[in-house]
């Protein structure tokens, strides 16, 4: 979508039935995703719903069951399925229930049963042009004008799902121009360096993460030092002398980690403030982060709903949670990674750590030019956490499909983004399901060069 651009007329005629649907019904069930996206989405929402002077009841799930839906759609008047819904179309059809899937993930088909509202649909790619909480603020502002006051939601889960990096694209960007032109969002340029308190946001640093920096705060302290900063200062007390002092150690700290200079210019990617709250989509989408990936999405979303003991519970939860992340990715560099001929995987115990484990492996630890893939064993069975980076989209990589393929082959299930996918298989055939997931991945490779 170029600047101005409008929506596509398809996408809006779907949105215009849902609203339809809403204003038809006085109590909502909706049922989404327990990370930042997930959370930001139901948070959009159900501050849009209860403007609207409706009940609603949410639940956010770590992934949707044919249980969960027909549960769902008992008693209810009307269902909303937000970051998840579009590879359910069949269960939630069958529920007989008026239903809406406000989704991201590209679909397996269309439905003309269900209010189906999906970037993929008119060619805007989900994975990089619109976030779940960007399809629900478009639903929200179409409900009512006054929703844009959300955007700060929205954007949580934009970032949340690092569409940003690249730079904002389709409904992302459309988004923040009319956020622009309504004064409820600024964009402040990015640096390598953490907004806030630059000891604590250099600790707490996954990307870019720094060798000797992150994870430890007496490293982190003798690089604000070595740059001349106070211990104790923030960003923004920065002058221009010690922001370019500081941006030269993290950058040769970096190249000396063997960073790539295409990772460097991601990091470096355009932020996003919001002057009502005075916070920074990346501040609110990494306490969302730490309450889903720590089993309290609760009160992640009573933060979006505006409760102040929520914001505090939340930054002590993302205090325990960097920690925890810290712990593992040390262990990470330790120990290393095994390495399969297009794979490599490692396990890990913590599930809610898996993604950003191995995004982060996959970026600043392990190789490259190899998808990651982190292991956790549960009792419904082996969870996996696959991550890749743009350089392996442009070789023909596609997690989302080899994860569905590898999956389905033990008896298992997967999906998810080309760059970012999950799959659940059976406890005892992950070799069976990683040695398929490697021909897979190499094939998809081989055809891209062909």
Not at 351 to 372: C, E, F, H, P, W
């Amino acid at each position: 979508m170029e600047p101005g651009a409008q929506l596509p007329e398809k996408l809006l005629s779907r949105i215009s039935i849902a609203k339809e649907e809403l204003e038809r019904s006085s109590e909502v069930r909706i049922i989404s995703h327990y990370d930042a996206d997930g959370i930001s989405s139901a948070g959009v929402l159900c501050n849009a719903i209860l403007k609207a002077g409706k009940r609603f009841h949410a639940t956010l799930v770590k992934g949707l069951t044919e249980q969960i839906v027909q549960e769902a759609a008992e008693g209810s008047e009307l269902l909303i399925f937000s970051d998840m819904g579009s590879s359910h179309l069949d269960a939630i059809e069958a529920t007989g229930c008026k239903a809406i899937v406000l989704d991201h993930h590209a679909p397996l088909r269309d439905s003309d049963k269900v209010v189906h509202i999906n970037p993929h649909i008119v060619g805007i790619d989900g994975m990089t042009s619109a976030s779940a909480s960007a399809m629900c603020m478009l639903f929200a502002v179409n409900v009512d004008e006054g929703n844009w006051d959300l955007l700060h939601i929205a954007f949580a889960g934009i970032s949340g799902d690092r569409q940003a990096i690249r730079g904002l694209l389709g409904i992302n960007k459309w988004l923040f121009e009319e956020g622009s032109k309504r004064g409820v969002i600024e964009a402040v340029p990015g640096s390598l360096y953490p907004s806030g308190k630059l000891l604590e946001g250099l600790y707490a640093s996954t990307d870019p993460y720094i060798k000797g920096v992150s994870g430890d705060r007496e490293g982190a302290r003798k690089l604000l030092v070595e740059a001349g900063i106070d211990a104790e200062a923030s960003a923004r007390d920065l002058d221009e002398v010690q922001a370019r002092k500081l941006s030269s150690l993290i950058a040769l700290k970096l190249v000396e980690q063997g960073v790539p200079a295409a990772t460097l210019e991601e990091v470096v990617h355009e932020r996003y403030f919001f002057p009502q709250t005075g916070m920074e989509a990346g501040d609110l989408a990494s306490l969302l982060n730490a309450c889903g990936r720590s089993n309290n999405e609760g009160m992640g979303l009573a933060l979006t709903l505006g409760d102040q003991d929520a914001l505090d519970g939340a930054r002590k939860l993302r205090a325990e949670y960097v920690d925890e992340v810290m712990t593992g990715l040390e262990r990470i560099a330790r120990e290393g990674v095994t390495a399969m001929e297009n794979i490599q995987y490692f396990v890990n115990e913590n599930l809610g750590l898996s993604g950003i484990l191995s995004g982060v492996t996959m970026q600043y630890l392990g190789d490259r030019n190899k998808a990651t893939i982190a292991l956790s064993t549960h009792d419904e069975g082996v969870k996996v956490s696959s991550r890749g980076t743009f350089q392996l989209l442009e070789q023909g990589v596609d997690l989302a499909a080899a994860m569905r393929e590898g999956a389905n082959k033990v008896g298992g299930f997967g999906g998810g983004h080309r760059i970012a996918a999950g799959a659940t298989v059976p406890i005892g055939r992950e070799e069976e399901f990683l040695a398929l997931v490697d021909g897979i991945i190499g094939k998809q490779k081989s055809k891209k060069e062909t």
